[in-house]
């Protein structure tokens, strides 16, 4: 029986590694995200991430955080708030586009946040940072959905495949 336990932990201890997700950052590209060594704003920082670093997580969360274990901090775990995280990886690019809905878009202070105010279609907005999920703008957090952008052309463009992009081109 202590045979048959000890095989189940491990291979739960194998599949629980294997199930490990890769997390960007979004956030300000001037500012930065804490890292904390619990999930709660009660204990001090023990690290941070700036916008487009990546973690490793295992996806537990708690507290409105995400657990990281594959991060370069000093213990090499903390806590993030998952008000900004995003699962594919950031373009960190600077441009103006409008806002493209059939209605008003929701501007957030955080992914999943307050809301900060709304944009209207046609609205101008610089984006300084876009995930395929989510971008920020000087508005806050909006969905890329709504941006005059497309990820997938934004990202041949940042590559250096055209260096005087207009924001008409990224739609």
Known sequence: MKKFITLLIVLLMCVSSACAETIWVLCQTDSYVNVRPFPNKK???SGYMECGWSAGTN??????????DEISNEDGYGWINKGY?????????TFETNIY???RVACWRSIG???RCWAQEGDVVTVYAVSKEWSVTNKGFIKTQYLGCDYDILLGLVAGAESDAKSDELH
Do not use: D, F, M, W
């Open 101 to 103: 809905s059939q209605g």
């Open 85 to 93: 995280i995003v699962y594919s990886e950031p373009i960190i690019y």
């Open 59 to 68: 996806g537990k969360t708690k507290n409105g955080y995400l657990y990281l």
């Open 43 to 45: 204990h001090e920082a």
């Open 113 to 115: 946040g307050n809301r």
